[in-house]
């Protein structure tokens, strides 16, 4: 698994004043005021991006579907572009604002899935690009615990820029490639949702109250029904897009049908030793095959 956790990042290696919170450490960018643009930066990620920016002291401009600074001046006004949209309006987004980019600046996305918006971005600008992924959602509690996926795709200068700025909000960087993050997070968010959805969806067709469910509830199920709650009064477009966009999250189902119909065997034939048999073979690192080069 080609994944590298960087963390530690002093704040100290910053440079200080408004719009010149540049990181010192490797990479090509030097001090000196440039500004920052949103794409969707009025809601969601992109609000949380940009109050960390503009708490590190950088000037953030936002471009909202009929609100905020227009996309092509975000292009030529911005040294660096972030695009946080839903996932069925990302590639479109990228496709515009990508070919109006300076070869100097930084392209960047937000995005759940990191494969198709990473080829887009190098597809369509000659910018730098690097892929980015929250791992939580736009209002966390507190930073702790807290990690961010990076994904460098064609980095010079702003190498070390994105990396710097998240640490020194304490969040915990993890650098791997589009195609290790998509197959990781098809269990992560892709399979783990969907398991969810499919209990809430069972739970609807099986005629059991609610309050008897919480009566009977074991601690283990009553966190079960905290996760359920969570998934099903969120953002279901979300959730949808998530597990639909992610390519690799159907071939998880295939085997997960395969596995369900073995353990459906053995539970119509009432066989509690071949159940337990087959479970005892689960081992986490089996679950997800490698990426082939």
Known sequence: MHV?????????????????????????????????????????????????LRGQGYRVHAAGRNSGMAVEEMARRCSVVIV??????????????????SGDSLLMDLTSVKEAPVRAMLSSTGAEVMGCHPLFGPRPDSVDDLSIVLCPARVDRWASWPSGIFAAAGIKII????????????????????????????????????????RFATPLFRSRLAALDRVMAGNHRMYAEIICSNPRV?????????????????????????????TATARPAKVIPPVED
């Not at 990228?94 to 109006?100: E, N, Q, S």
């Not at 159907?250 to 087959?278: N, P, V």
């Open 4 to 52: 590298r956790l960087l963390c530690g990042i002093e704040n100290s290696r910053f440079a200080k004043g408004p719009g010149k919170k540049l990181f010192l450490g490797v990479g090509g960018v030097k001090e000196g005021s440039f500004e920052i643009g949103i794409i969707g930066g009025a809601g969601g990620m992109g609000s949380w991006c940009s109050d960390i």
């Open 84 to 101: 946080s949209v839903p996932i069925e309006a990302t590639l479109s987004v990228i496709d515009r604002v990508g070919p109006l980019l």
């Open 250 to 278: 159907a071939s998880l189902i295939e085997e997960f049908e395969k596995i369900l119909g073995e353990l459906r065997g053995y539970i119509e034939k009432g066989d509690g030793a071949g159940f337990a048999a087959r």
């Open 175 to 214: 650098e791997t490639t589009p195609e290790e993050h998509d197959r990781v997070m098809a269990v992560v968010q892709g399979l783990n949702h969907l398991d969810t959805i499919l209990l809430a969806l069972t739970l609807g067709h099986c005629g059991i109250e609610r309050s008897d469910l919480e």
